[in-house]
Each structure stands twice: as C-alpha cells, then as structure tokens.
C-alpha cells in the first residue's frame, strides 16, 4: 500500500533482528540534507539568533538528491562547496503595520531539488501562511537578514536529518477459528461474533472480517479483508487479539476449561511496517536505500570478518618466541 507520503508493506521470509535492523536504519541511517550552519546578518525579530538557526535547521528538505552530494567529512573542500553543501539566504523587512509571517517559502535556495518541502494542504494553520512553515512573526519595521549553509547527514548524528516520523513494525499473524467450539454458540452470540460493528468499543472487532457461511453454518475467515485491514491499519492484529481475548473470556465464564473461541497466531519470519515519512523523500525511495545501506554494512562485516581470519592464519605460522625478551 502506498501514498504520497506513507508506505505500508510485508517483509517476509527474515528473522526479526534483520527487521528490527531494517527498522533502525529507515529511521538514523538514511543520508538527507538539512540546514546545519546558519549565519545572521540581521536579526531584529523578538527571537533570538540560536532560537531561529534550530528552527531553520528542523525545517524539512526535499532531499531525493542527497545521494549526490559528498558527506562533508570526505570532502575535498576546505569549507563549503557545491558538491557537499547547499546555500540558503533569506532577506526580509516587514514594511506592514500589522505583523507578517517569514516561513520557509521565504528561503532561497542556490539548488533547485533541495528546497523546504512544500505544506500546501497540511492543514488549516499552514493554509493560513500559504503553505510555508513558520519561522518566525515579525512586526513593523522588524527585519531578519541569514545565510545558511545545508549539508548532508544522518539521523544518527541529529534528528533533523531523519527522513521519517515513524517506522511501525509488527508480527504478521493470521486468525484461526475453532470451529467446533464456535459452532456450541447460541445464534444470536454467532450473530454478534460475526457482524460487530466497526465503531464499537474496545473487545469487538475491528472490521467485517469474518463471514458467516449459510450453507456449511461454520464462522470463515474473510482472507481479502484480512490484507485489506492490514494495509491500512499497521494495529489491526492488535485490535483482533483483544476482540480474541474478549470472547474467549466469554466462552469460559462457566467452564475454564473450555477452549478458545478463536486464537490469533504469529506467522514466524513475516513482519508488517509502517513508513510515514517527513516529506523529504518519496517513502519507497526510503526503504530502497535503507535496504541498500543495511547491505553494505552486512558486505563490510564479512571483508572485516575475512581480514581478519587471513591474519589470524599468517600468525599461526609465525615464529611463536619471535618478540619474545627474556630478562
């Protein structure tokens, strides 16, 4: 399932620590850009100059190009350069009695795929400022001058250059019925279990999964709308473990012995996630490479791993008492 700014989708046939791992590097290892270097050459708003440079520095950056620019650690420069940095310049004098907003549309930038990200439509407080992301209010004859250098990074260096909001991972499950037991129910608790609404409290499930077939008289699983629930809610197993629990508890009120209702099964090696990034990236874009820097952190380990093997085996046909002194 994707959208413009989401991506839900199953990874199967992996252990849950190459999950976790996949996890962990769409959220700190992914190289985007961000504001890092702010200069002020006027500043007469009611903020401060390092209040302003955080909130130039958490301002999202269109940044599919990232790959193309060299990390400033590496780079041959001496400073700042095109092929490691992106400049920005800002220069604003609020001439109006009433109060302006400068938002990120204020910013200019010296490249034309790394820009703020565009907010049109996020909401009724961003319509208000067209579509900009507040950087500060000024009033009459206020004025705020920078210049700003944006440089490529990670997110395990500062959370402005993470590219996502949240990355949700869950175990794939399936439901199973007992139909044995299912079919001890009195009609009317078949027709509940079966056809609970889906704005009910908590304990009753979660969307019409489950069908009820007139011709076998058995409960069946809804498969496709089983996938579909699960594209579009990352939680829904969750949901169905609890409605689990709230009618298996049902079925034991008289007899503890009696046996579940339903069970909600983890389906080993299968995981869900969830991407939902800050606009900086398409999210597809963002798994593609986190895919790709978790290979070649697996490519290091091994040349490491074999390095040093080739060592260990050179030693072992060294001389043992080489180096050794004797006092």
Request: aromatic share 6%; charged share 25%.
């Amino acid at each position: 399932h994707l959208e413009e700014d989401k991506i839900i989708f199953t990874l199967t046939c992996v252990d849950l620590s190459v999950a976790n791992a996949l996890r962990r590097v769409m959220i700190a290892e992914v190289p985007t850009m961000a504001i890092d270097v702010v200069e002020m050459r006027q500043n007469t708003s009611v903020l401060h100059d390092e209040y302003i440079a955080h909130r130039l520095g958490l301002i999202p950056l269109k940044s599919s190009s990232a790959a193309h620019f060299n990390n400033p650690r590496d780079c041959v420069c001496a400073d700042y350069c095109p092929r490691c940095s992106v400049k920005f310049s800002l220069d604003v004098k609020c001439d109006e009695a009433l109060r302006r907003n400068i938002t990120s549309k204020d910013l200019v930038s010296e490249h034309p795929d790394v820009v703020p990200i565009d907010a049109d439509g996020a909401g009724d407080d961003y319509s208000a400022t067209g579509g900009g992301i507040v950087i500060v209010k000024m009033g009459g004859g206020q004025q705020l001058t920078i210049e700003a250098i944006a440089r490529k990074g990670i997110g395990k260096e500062h959370a402005k250059w993470n590219p996502v909001s949240t990355v949700a991972m869950s175990q794939d499950a399936e439901i199973e019925l007992n139909d044995e037991a299912l079919s001890q129910l009195p009609p009317e608790k078949i027709y509940e279990f079966v056809n609970t609404p889906v704005d009910d409290p908590p304990g009753t499930c979660p969307a019409k999964v489950l069908n009820y077939n007139e011709l076998s008289r058995s409960i069946e699983v809804n498969i496709q709308a089983v996938e579909e629930e699960k594209a579009r809610d990352t939680a829904f197993f969750d949901k169905m473990a609890y409605f689990a629990e709230t009618w298996n508890d049902f079925n034991q009120l008289k007899d503890k012995s009696a046996p579940d209702l339903i069970r909600i099964r983890d389906r080993p090696g299968r995981f869900m996630f969830c991407v939902e990034t800050t606009g900086v990236m398409p999210p597809a874009l963002i798994v593609k490479i986190s895919i790709d820097v978790l290979r070649e952190k697996i490519n290091q380990l091994q040349r490491e791993v074999h390095g040093k093997a080739e060592v260990d085996a050179g030693d072992a046909y060294a001389d043992p008492y080489a180096g050794n002194m004797y006092m």
